[in-house]
């Protein structure tokens, strides 16, 4: 018997159109080869994807991000 959950079965709510922006600048990050927040948070503002406040991110607004979001 299989006793995790899929990712689906976890969720409340489908993602907004600003999670699903993220998420994939996220993955095009890490496709670059950074795996590191430094790094992360440097691509992500390089790429003109900022926090939700429109500020560029920091490793503690992204951090602060991703525990809101449940990620």
Same mark, same amino acid.
């Given at each position: ?12 709510? +489908? ?7 993220? *998420?994939?600048?996220?993955? /095009?990050? =890490?496709?670059?080869?950074? #795996? ?9 503002? +390089? ?7 429109? *500020?560029?991110?920091?490793? /503690?607004? =992204?951090?602060?991000?991703? #525990?809101?979001?449940?990620?």
């Amino acid at each position: 018997m299989d006793r995790y959950l899929k990712i689906h079965q976890a969720r409340t709510a +489908d993602p907004t159109p600003y999670e699903v922006k993220l *998420a994939k600048a996220i993955e /095009e990050v =890490f496709g670059s080869g950074v #795996h590191h927040l430094e790094g992360l948070v440097k691509g992500l503002n +390089d790429s003109g994807i900022h926090g939700p406040d429109g *500020a560029e991110w920091t490793p /503690e607004s =992204f951090t602060a991000e991703m #525990h809101r979001i449940g990620a």
